[in-house]
């Protein structure tokens, strides 16, 4: 059901050691959820999925799941696995192994929900190909793929179109809003980009120096609170349905 709450910051300082990078943070974020969060670099942005995620506990306050959650996470391109020579679907049936137990062999349902995975990202023809042997945008989905067929309450991704050629990223962010659509679940999703982040998520939250700042999209993108926040004056312009942040 929407807006059954599923984590909540209480008052939650995240940090290392006696460095605070976020302090303070109160907010909810609930199932069916869109939140973008933005900033620049160094300012809190992977902290502040790793607080959501539940793997960095807060020095002070609270984190907490209200039911035991299941993150699908699509990593920030990299190029590790390239070393290897995995197949696409070798690379998707990873998704499973939390489900299935590492030293399971995936079954024929583990195969047959890792093809339908593939054809959700738009890629059932590359099953068989060499996951090192694809376009930076392909190998994004085919990660995107991995992070579904673990059926997740929580799809997060951390930057999943900063290599991309601007027709890739306008691509993945249909396929992201379509997934988010139809599976219903919260999205958590990290940009550089507020134009990006103004146009897809529902809830926004901008970092950056000694500010934090979350809400709904239409209450945080609007030139107040961004004067308020960057001290420019931005323009917002609506160009067929679509905000444009200069
Ligand atoms: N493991 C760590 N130990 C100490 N400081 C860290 C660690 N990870 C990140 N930081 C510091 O926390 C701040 C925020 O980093 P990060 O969350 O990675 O920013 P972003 O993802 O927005 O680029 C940076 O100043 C960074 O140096
Ligand atoms: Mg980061």
Redesign the pocket.
Known sequence: MENTPLITFDDATLG?GR?V?LPSLTFGLSEGGYLGIV?P???????LLKGILGILPPTAGKVTHHRPLTFGYVPQAQTTDDLFPITVLEIVLMGRYRRAGLLKTPGSDDRARAERALEQVGLPHLSTRLFRELSGGQKQRVLMARALVSEPDVLVLDEPTSAMDIAAESATMELIERIHHESRLLVVLVSHSLNIVANHAQTVAI?GGAHFQIGPVEEIVQPDTLRGLFHYDFKILEVEGRRLVL
């Open positions: 290392y460095r990078v900033g670099n160094g300012a809190g942005k992977t902290t970092l």
